[in-house]
C-alpha cells in the first residue's frame, strides 16, 4: 500500500472509531442537548477543515470539494436533528452510524477485501451493487424507466443472496440499493426482501419503493432491523403524484410516512423531474411539505431518462430548468442544509460518473440477471445467472470490455485525475455518458453491442430521431453549464 493511501486509510479509520464512540453514546448524549449540539458543531468544523486542506493541496476543482464539504455537512445535520428529535429507533441510529457512516461512507469498505482486489486488477473495487430482485410492481406508471409490471420474473433466492454475499466478500461492500420493479413485493423460496436485509444484517440497505406496501407490521420490521432506509417515490404533491401514479396513490404514501414515522424508520423520498413538474419538485410549497411537514430524512431527485415504457426526449426537462434545478439544488444544500442529491447536477458529490463498477461507484443486476453498468444504461453485455452457472463470480463480470470501456471513459473525463498537475477534468455537473454525452455513450454501445433490456431499449438505440435529439439536447446543456463549470468549480 503506498504512503499516501495508508494515511489516508489510518485517518478514516480513526474518523470511523470515533463514530463507533458516539454511537454508543447517544443514548445519553441525545438527552443533553447542550452537549450533542456542541458535538455536531465540532464535527462539522473538522468537515470544513479538512475540505480546506483537500483544496490547499489542489488535486481536484476547488468547487467540486466545497460541494461535498456542503453536502457531508447536510448528511451531519440531518442525522444529528434525526437523533436529538428522537425519530430514528436505537436499532437504526446504531446501523446508520456504525455500518452506512462509519463503515461504507467514511471507511469505504473493507480493507482486505480492497486491498486484494486493487492487488489483482490495480484498482478499489465498486463500493456497492445495485439490484433489482423482482420486476413485478403493483403500479403501473406512465414512463416507469423500468417498464414493470405484474410479471413474475426475479432472481432466485440462491442468487440474490450470492450477490451480496459475494460483494462484500471480494469487494468489501457494505452498502447495497435495491430498486425494482417493487421490492417489497419480491418472494422466491419463501424468502423475502427483509430477509435478504435481516440475514446481511452488518450491511446497509437502501431500498427504492412505492411505499404502498408499508403497513405498520413492515415499518416494526425494518425499525428493528435498523440496516434499511427506504425512499418512496413522488412526483411533487398530491395531484402530480396521482397522475402519474394512479388515484388514493398519495394517501396511501402518507399512511407509509406516518407508520415509518412511528416505528422510528430513517427514510426520504425520491422524485422523477420531468419538463412538467421541475418547478413544482423544488418550489418551496413542495420542499417544506415533504422537509418540514412529513419529516423526510433526504431526497433523491432524478431528472427524467428517456429509457423505459413509452420513452420520450419531450420529457427531459429544457437546459433551461436544468441550469435553474442546478441553482436551486445547491442552494438548498448551502443555505437550507437540506440533504438532497440531484442527479446529474450534483456530480461533484461523485466525482463524475459512478457507473460500470468505478472504484467508489457501483453497478446493477436486474431482475432476469441480466448487467448492466447503471440503472439508466439499459444495455446488458453480460448475465449474473450464466456467470454463477460457469461457477465463476462478480470479479469476471467486473473484467467485461464494455464495463472497462466505460470505465475508462470516466478517467478520460476526470475521475482520479490530478486536477493541477494532468490539466483541469471536465465538467462534473455534466456527468452522464448517456443523457450528457450521447455521442460518447452510442459509439461505446455499437463497439461492445450489449444486449438491450426490453424491447424500448432496441428501438430507441435504432430511432436516428433518438440519437439526433439527445446529441442536440446534449449541446443545448453544455451551452448553458460549461460556463458555470468554469467559473464556479475550475477558477
Ligand atoms: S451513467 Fe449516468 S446515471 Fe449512470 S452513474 Fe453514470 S452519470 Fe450517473
Same mark, same amino acid.
Request: aromatic share 10%; net charge neutral.
Given at each position: 500500500?503506498? %504512503? =499516501?493511501?495508508?494515511?489516508?486509510?489510518?485517518?478514516?479509520?480513526?474518523?470511523?472509531?470515533?463514530?463507533?464512540?458516539?454511537?454508543?453514546?447517544?443514548?445519553?448524549?441525545?438527552?443533553?442537548?447542550?452537549?450533542?449540539?456542541?458535538?455536531? *458543531? *465540532?464535527?462539522?468544523?473538522?468537515?470544513?477543515?479538512?475540505?480546506?486542506?483537500?483544496?490547499?493541496?489542489?488535486?481536484?476543482?476547488?468547487?467540486?470539494?466545497?460541494?461535498?464539504?456542503?453536502?457531508?455537512?447536510?448528511?451531519?445535520?440531518?442525522?444529528?436533528?434525526?437523533?436529538?428529535?428522537?425519530?430514528?429507533?436505537?436499532?437504526?441510529?446504531?446501523?446508520?452510524?456504525?455500518?452506512?457512516?462509519?463503515?461504507?461512507?467514511?471507511?469505504?469498505?473493507?480493507?482486505?477485501?480492497?486491498?486484494?482486489?486493487?492487488?489483482?486488477?490495480?484498482?478499489?473495487?465498486?463500493?456497492?451493487?445495485?439490484?433489482?430482485?423482482?420486476?413485478?410492481?403493483?403500479?403501473?406508471?406512465?414512463?416507469?424507466?423500468?417498464?414493470?409490471?405484474?410479471?413474475?420474473?426475479?432472481?432466485?433466492?440462491?442468487?440474490?443472496?450470492?450477490?451480496?454475499?459475494?460483494?462484500?466478500?471480494?469487494?468489501?461492500?457494505?452498502?447495497?440499493?435495491?430498486?425494482?420493479?417493487?421490492?417489497?413485493?419480491?418472494?422466491?423460496?419463501?424468502?423475502?426482501? &427483509?430477509?435478504?436485509?435481516?440475514?446481511?444484517?452488518?450491511?446497509?440497505?437502501?431500498?427504492?419503493?412505492?411505499?404502498?406496501?408499508?403497513? =405498520?407490521?413492515?415499518?416494526?420490521?425494518?425499525?428493528?432491523?435498523?440496516?434499511? &432506509?427506504?425512499?418512496? *417515490?413522488?412526483?411533487?404533491?398530491?395531484?402530480?403524484?396521482?397522475?402519474?401514479?394512479?388515484?388514493? %396513490?398519495?394517501?396511501?404514501?402518507?399512511?407509509?410516512?406516518?407508520?415509518?414515522?412511528?416505528?422510528?424508520?430513517?427514510?426520504?423520498?425520491?422524485?422523477?423531474?420531468?419538463?412538467?413538474?421541475?418547478? =413544482?419538485?423544488?418550489?418551496?410549497?413542495?420542499?417544506?411539505?415533504?422537509?418540514?411537514?412529513?419529516?423526510?430524512?433526504?431526497?433523491?431527485?432524478?431528472?427524467?431518462?428517456?429509457?423505459?415504457?413509452?420513452?420520450?426526449?419531450?420529457?427531459?426537462?429544457?437546459?433551461?430548468?436544468?441550469?435553474?434545478?442546478?441553482?436551486?439544488?445547491?442552494?438548498?444544500?448551502?443555505?437550507?442544509?437540506?440533504?438532497?442529491?440531484?442527479?446529474?447536477?450534483?456530480?461533484?458529490?461523485?466525482?463524475?460518473?459512478?457507473?460500470?463498477?468505478?472504484?467508489?461507484?457501483?453497478?446493477?443486476?436486474?431482475?432476469?440477471?441480466? %448487467?448492466?453498468?447503471?440503472?439508466?444504461?439499459?444495455?446488458?453485455?453480460?448475465?449474473?445467472?450464466?456467470?454463477?452457472?460457469?461457477?465463476?463470480?462478480?470479479?469476471?463480470?467486473? =473484467?467485461?470490455?464494455?464495463?472497462?470501456?466505460?470505465?475508462?471513459?470516466?478517467?478520460?473525463?476526470?475521475?482520479?485525475?490530478?486536477?493541477?498537475?494532468?490539466?483541469?477534468?471536465?465538467?462534473?455537473?455534466?456527468?452522464?455518458?448517456?443523457?450528457?454525452?450521447?455521442?460518447?455513450?452510442?459509439?461505446?454501445?455499437?463497439?461492445?453491442?450489449?444486449?438491450?433490456?426490453?424491447?424500448?431499449?432496441?428501438?430507441?438505440?435504432?430511432?436516428?430521431?433518438?440519437?439526433?435529439?439527445?446529441?442536440?439536447?446534449?449541446?443545448?446543456?453544455?451551452?448553458?453549464?460549461?460556463?458555470?463549470?468554469?467559473?464556479?468549480?475550475?477558477?
Amino acid at each position: 500500500m503506498d %504512503i =499516501e493511501r495508508e494515511r489516508n486509510y489510518q485517518r478514516r479509520k480513526a474518523q470511523a472509531s470515533r463514530v463507533r464512540t458516539i454511537a454508543r453514546l447517544i443514548p445519553v448524549i441525545k438527552s443533553i442537548k447542550p452537549v450533542a449540539y456542541h458535538l455536531l *458543531s *465540532s464535527w462539522e468544523k473538522q468537515i470544513r477543515k479538512n475540505a480546506e486542506i483537500d483544496i490547499a493541496k489542489g488535486h481536484e476543482p476547488p468547487g467540486a470539494i466545497r460541494d461535498r464539504m456542503e453536502i457531508g455537512v447536510a448528511v451531519l445535520r440531518t442525522i444529528g436533528r434525526a437523533i436529538i428529535e428522537d425519530r430514528i429507533s436505537s436499532a437504526t441510529i446504531e446501523k446508520l452510524l456504525n455500518i452506512l457512516v462509519g463503515e461504507a461512507i467514511i471507511k469505504q469498505g473493507d480493507k482486505a477485501a480492497k486491498e486484494e482486489f486493487r492487488a489483482r486488477f490495480g484498482s478499489a473495487p465498486p463500493a456497492f451493487v445495485l439490484i433489482s430482485p423482482t420486476k413485478k410492481c403493483n403500479l403501473l406508471c406512465t414512463g416507469c424507466y423500468a417498464d414493470s409490471d405484474r410479471t413474475e420474473i426475479k432472481l432466485s433466492w440462491p442468487v440474490l443472496d450470492q450477490i451480496v454475499s459475494e460483494a462484500r466478500e471480494l469487494w468489501g461492500c457494505r452498502f447495497f440499493v435495491l430498486s425494482g420493479g417493487e421490492p417489497l413485493l419480491y418472494r422466491d423460496e419463501g424468502h423475502t426482501i &427483509m430477509d435478504l436485509v435481516e440475514k446481511h444484517s452488518d450491511c446497509f440497505f437502501l431500498m427504492y419503493t412505492n411505499g404502498t406496501l408499508i403497513d =405498520e407490521k413492515m415499518a416494526k420490521r425494518m425499525s428493528l432491523a435498523g440496516n434499511i &432506509m427506504p425512499a418512496i *417515490s413522488v412526483e411533487g404533491l398530491k395531484e402530480r403524484t396521482e397522475a402519474r401514479r394512479g388515484r388514493g %396513490i398519495f394517501d396511501r404514501i402518507l399512511k407509509a410516512f406516518d407508520n415509518l414515522r412511528q416505528e422510528k424508520v430513517f427514510f426520504g423520498i425520491s422524485v422523477t423531474i420531468t419538463r412538467e413538474n421541475a418547478y =413544482e419538485v423544488f418550489s418551496d410549497e413542495t420542499i417544506d411539505f415533504y422537509f418540514n411537514q412529513q419529516k423526510v430524512n433526504f431526497a433523491w431527485a432524478f431528472q427524467y431518462m428517456p429509457i423505459g415504457r413509452a420513452y420520450t426526449l419531450d420529457l427531459l426537462p429544457t437546459p433551461e430548468q436544468r441550469r435553474w434545478m442546478f441553482q436551486r439544488t445547491w442552494e438548498l444544500v448551502y443555505d437550507r442544509h437540506h440533504f438532497l442529491i440531484d442527479f446529474w447536477n450534483s456530480g461533484t458529490a461523485t466525482k463524475g460518473c459512478i457507473a460500470a463498477g468505478r472504484s467508489g461507484g457501483y453497478l446493477v443486476v436486474n431482475w432476469d440477471g441480466s %448487467i448492466t453498468p447503471c440503472a439508466f444504461i439499459p444495455y446488458s453485455p453480460i448475465n449474473i445467472n450464466d456467470i454463477y452457472n460457469q461457477g465463476q463470480n462478480l470479479n469476471q463480470i467486473w =473484467e467485461h470490455p464494455f464495463l472497462a470501456d466505460l470505465r475508462k471513459w470516466q478517467k478520460e473525463y476526470g475521475y482520479s485525475k490530478n486536477h493541477s498537475k494532468e490539466g483541469p477534468v471536465k465538467n462534473w455537473i455534466m456527468p452522464c455518458p448517456m443523457r450528457d454525452h450521447f455521442r460518447d455513450m452510442y459509439e461505446l454501445l455499437q463497439k461492445h453491442h450489449p444486449k438491450p433490456l426490453d424491447q424500448n431499449a432496441a428501438e430507441a438505440l435504432s430511432d436516428p430521431d433518438y440519437y439526433k435529439g439527445l446529441v442536440e439536447y446534449n449541446q443545448r446543456v453544455a451551452d448553458l453549464m460549461d460556463p458555470i463549470w468554469e467559473e464556479k468549480y475550475i477558477r
